[in-house]
Nanobody, 115 residues
Framework: VQLVESGGGLVQPGGSLRLSCAAS????????MRWYRQAPGKGREFVARISDTGGSTYYLDSVKGRFTISRDNAKKMVYLQMNSLKREDTAVYYCNTFTNGINYWGQGTQVTVSS
């Protein structure tokens, strides 16, 4: 199983970024996918989840209305569109899936929101 995130960077408050996660090595269409984040000095927290078909999504309350998770099952990709970014969104963002009884993580991509 391999999860590779990309798309992070430095953005000003109020700006937007789109994170991508390329998945391989497992039955992508059968798995829910998640984004987590970890801010400096804090634990890893759930951000968003999308069901295997893409028909259901779930979000951390503080990102509802600003972030959108989506997936392309043909390309085995998961995305996180982040709008109206705030300084408190600064973190390393991780792609995640749980399959065959194992939790898998990508290497993470840094998002820094600063002026």
């Amino acid at each position: 199983v391999q999860l590779v995130e990309s798309g992070g960077g430095l953005v000003q408050p109020g700006g937007s970024l789109r994170l991508s996660c390329a998945a391989s090595g497992f039955t992508f269409i059968a798995c829910d996918m998640r984004w987590y984040r970890q801010a400096p000095g804090k634990g890893r927290e759930f951000v968003a989840r999308i069901s295997d078909t893409g028909g259901s999504t779930y979000y951390l309350d503080s990102v509802k209305g600003r972030f959108t998770i989506s997936r392309d099952n043909a390309k085995k990709m998961v995305y996180l569109q982040m709008n109206s970014l705030k300084r408190e969104d600064t973190a390393v963002y991780y792609c995640n899936t749980f399959t065959n009884g194992i939790n898998y993580w990508g290497q993470g991509t840094q998002v820094t929101v600063s002026s």
